[in-house]
């Protein structure tokens, strides 16, 4: 009689670790990832955006466990509400808008985008700022605030 016990103990014991494990593996294969939204500038369109920076995002999916990275293009006029609202987790942007959003939200940046130009790296970005000979008005920096400005966009100085 205990010999027949022991029997049926076993089937259940060893039919209780195979539910185990497979309920393991079941939840191990369908593992939750948190979402990270990535927002991209996109002043020449949301394709664009996409299929420049789309590779950044599947390089991060394929590298970066626990979690998944989406791109989402933001034009000029949305990238504001994106961050107001907590949309975004982080932000591809121009150096200007940077500098702006930088001072009013407490951005912090955790990469700059090297540019190859005839075979030299650089991470700087320069603009010129240049007004007519004949305006005695505008000489330095702190001449500028009350001037009319010409720009690509009033929240981009690049072009």
């Given at each position: 009689?205990?010999?027949?016990?022991?029997?049926?103990?076993?089937k259940?014991?060893?039919?209780?670790?195979?539910?185990?494990?497979?309920?393991?593996?079941?939840l191990?294969s369908?593992?939750?990832?948190?979402?990270?939204?990535?927002?991209?500038?996109?002043?020449?369109?949301a394709?664009?955006?996409t299929?420049?920076?789309?590779?950044?995002a599947?390089?991060?999916n394929?590298?970066?466990?626990?979690?998944?990275?989406s791109?989402?293009?933001?034009?000029f006029d949305?990238?504001?509400q994106?961050?107001?609202q907590?949309?975004?987790d982080?932000?591809?942007?121009?150096?200007?808008?940077f500098?702006?959003?930088t001072?009013?939200?407490?951005l912090?940046?955790?990469?700059?985008?090297?540019?190859?130009?005839?075979?030299q790296?650089?991470?700087?970005?320069g603009?010129?700022?240049?007004?007519?000979?004949d305006?005695?008005?505008?000489t330095q920096?702190?001449?500028?605030?009350?001037?009319?400005?010409?720009?690509?966009n009033?929240k981009?100085l690049?072009g």
């Amino acid at each position: 009689m205990r010999n027949g016990y022991f029997k049926q103990l076993s089937k259940y014991l060893l039919s209780g670790l195979l539910l185990f494990i497979f309920c393991n593996t079941a939840l191990a294969s369908h593992k939750q990832y948190r979402e990270l939204k990535i927002g991209v500038l996109s002043k020449s369109g949301a394709d664009l955006a996409t299929k420049r920076w789309g590779a950044t995002a599947e390089y991060l999916n394929q590298h970066v466990t626990d979690y998944h990275f989406s791109l989402i293009p933001i034009s000029f006029d949305q990238i504001e509400q994106s961050i107001k609202q907590h949309e975004i987790d982080f932000l591809l942007t121009n150096s200007g808008m940077f500098v702006d959003l930088t001072f009013r939200y407490k951005l912090t940046a955790i990469a700059t985008l090297k540019r190859k130009i005839l075979g030299q790296a650089y991470t700087l970005f320069g603009s010129v700022i240049f007004s007519r000979r004949d305006n005695p008005n505008i000489t330095q920096f702190s001449d500028i605030p009350n001037k009319k400005v010409a720009a690509v966009n009033e929240k981009s100085l690049g072009g």
